[in-house]
């Protein structure tokens, strides 16, 4: 029988995973045939040693060509409910065969990825269907473990050092970003225009609004997962921030002002201490990348 992709979706994210598609998945992720000229792959732009990122602020698709938003990470993605820095795919299902489509990444049609791996004996029978399923299994594989902040909520005390410690205490409290970075996953999953793509006067960067066509969402981005979030530098939804001390600053002035600032973003007046206790506690939520069953 063959499910239709909103419905194997929600299937296999309730963890009925097969290992072997899993396995297809993976293959396929590191699989140049999936972009036109062959040289592009998921994992050219999704480098699992650098969190499933990578760390260009824009990264070079098929002939060197280039969009305009930063590649985000793949941790936890099993975990979300729209993906995208604006949320406009519904499932993973959908979400791995858009940067095949796409002109500026893979160029190819999803049609022809099926030819083309229809020449392989072994896949004279691979479908559209089965390219979206396996991919989306094996990216909702992808997750971080056995950070020192997991230790330490595991065990009530542990690995976190007295400075990462204080981080933890100002994440939750007067730093403020457990309003959006919540849950096991430190997102909301949620969408906040943080003026990062208001410049000059001007937005640069529609993001949610472009989607729902609703003002309040002009220049709202998806909260990523701070999970790793170490390794994934540069950051925001176009790579304009280079490290965490900058993000960190970002935020201690209260974002940047604009119609549509998000409400919760306020001046935090941190200290230099404080800014670094919260870089502390950053470095924390940052283990071991696992991906398979």
């Known amino acids: ?8 979706g929600v299937f296999l994210a309730f963890g009925q995973q097969d290992a072997s598609t899993v396995a297809l998945g993976k293959k396929l992720f590191f699989d140049g045939r999936l972009s036109e000229d062959g ?3 998921c994992a050219t732009c999704h480098i699992p040693e650098e969190g499933f990122a990578d760390h260009h602020a824009i990264s070079p698709g098929v002939f060197g060509r280039k969009g305009n938003r930063h590649t985000p990470s793949l941790i936890a993605r099993a975990a979300g409910a729209l993906h995208f820095w604006d949320g406009r795919s519904p499932s993973l299902e959908q979400q791995v ?3 095949i ?4 990444e893979m160029s190819m049609t999803v049609a022809g990825v099926v030819r083309r791996l229809r ?3 072994a896949m004279k029978h691979f479908t559209e269907t089965t390219l979206a399923a396996a991919l989306a299994a094996y ?6 473990e056995d950070a020192p902040a997991d230790l330490f909520l595991k065990q009530g005390g542990g690995p976190l050092s007295p400075l990462a410690l204080e981080g933890f205490r100002l994440f939750r409290d007067r730093a403020r970003c457990y309003i959006c970075h919540s849950g096991g996953q430190f997102t909301d999953e949620s969408f906040h225009n943080t003026g990062i793509a208001w410049r000059n006067g001007t937005l640069l960067d529609e993001g949610r609004a472009i989607v729902t066509g609703k003002p309040y969402h002009r220049g ?10 170490a390794r994934t530098a540069p950051y925001m939804h176009d790579g304009s921030i280079a490290t965490l001390e900058a993000v960190v600053e970002f935020y201690d002035k209260g974002g940047n002002r604009n119609p549509w600032l998000d409400p ?17 506690f950053l470095r924390a939520l940052s283990g071991t990348v696992r991906d398979g069953l």
């Open 39 to 41: 040289s592009v792959s």
């Open 264 to 280: 919760n973003l306020q001046p935090l007046h941190l200290t230099p201490a404080d800014k670094q206790a919260l870089i502390a």
């Open 139 to 144: 990216v909702r594989t992808i997750r971080s």
């Open 1 to 8: 029988m063959v499910l239709p992709l909103a419905v194997l």
């Open 119 to 121: 020449e392989d004996p």
């Open 97 to 99: 065969l858009e940067p």
């Open 220 to 229: 709202a981005f998806k909260t990523p997962a701070l999970r790793e979030i």
């Open 101 to 104: 489509r796409n002109p500026n």
